[in-house]
């Protein structure tokens, strides 16, 4: 039973991932905290993100923005270093509350007023010093709590088309994972059993991403949008609730 309801969670999880470029880690990890415990799941899930990761990069390979996608990848991952070490150390509950009422505010500012950027920005160094600071502050949340890199996730939402959104979250996300299983294995959060576990989510992982990539090139910039809000919705009341 324990590993049918990680693939499911695996499953919804990935086809956000496909989807959107996001939304693996946070729906995947809202889903489990609610079974199992929570130092438990971070690390499982952190390691099965890898895998949804990787796939992305591969379909989406010539996509890649690879101006501003490498900034942001290694904000997000010098920001995971940080926030590993909050997870061992600090209370979840404090965490979790905390995060859980910002992303309510920004779902509710995501439906309220959509953005629909058509093109990016032009490259400058006001963008990349965004994109990298953004992704630090993301880093941290995703290394203590495994979810929700908001800052980066706002940024890539307001200023960028959703081809763009995507490849940039999927570059950051795949350095920022591997950085993520490094740091938890190395503070003994991630056990060989919890790995084993991550490992037997993989037909769940791949049936999502597949399916969240077809839809991708099926949905408006604005729906788009309005999608990455709601993905966050169920986290956001269950980690205020808690």
């Known amino acids: 039973m324990q590993l049918l309801l990680f693939n499911l969670a695996a499953l919804a999880g990935s086809t956000a991932q496909g989807l959107t470029g996001f939304g693996s880690g946070t729906l995947t990890v809202s889903l489990l905290v609610m079974l199992f415990p929570f130092r438990e799941v971070i690390p499982v ?42 997870l061992a150390v ?93 740091i938890y294995a190395h503070l003994g959060l991630l056990s060989p059993s919890l790995a084993w576990t991550a490992l037997l989510t993989v037909p769940g992982i791949v049936a999502g991403v597949l399916i969240g990539h077809r839809l991708h090139y099926r949905i408006n910039q604005k729906t788009f949008a309005r999608a990455l809000a709601l993905i966050l919705l169920l986290p956001a009341l269950r980690l205020v609730l808690s």
């Open 45 to 86: 899930v952190a390691m099965v993100v890898l895998v949804p990761n990787m796939i992305l990069t591969w379909l989406t390979r010539h996509e890649m923005e690879w101006r501003r996608g490498p900034i942001a990848a290694v904000g997000l991952s010098a920001g995971v270093l940080v926030g590993a070490q909050l």
């Open 90 to 182: 600090l209370p979840a509950e404090v965490l979790r509350q905390g995060l859980g009422a910002a992303i309510l505010v920004y779902v509710v500012l995501m439906l309220a007023r959509t953005p629909t950027p058509d093109a990016p920005p032009p490259q400058s160094a006001s963008d990349s010093l965004g994109l990298g600071l953004c992704g630090l502050a993301s880093g941290v949340i995703v290394g203590a709590i495994g979810v929700s890199p908001i800052p980066l996730l706002i940024y890539v939402s307001l200023r960028y088309p959703k081809q763009v959104a995507r490849a940039v979250l999927t570059q950051a996300f795949l350095l920022g994972t591997f950085t993520q299983v490094a």
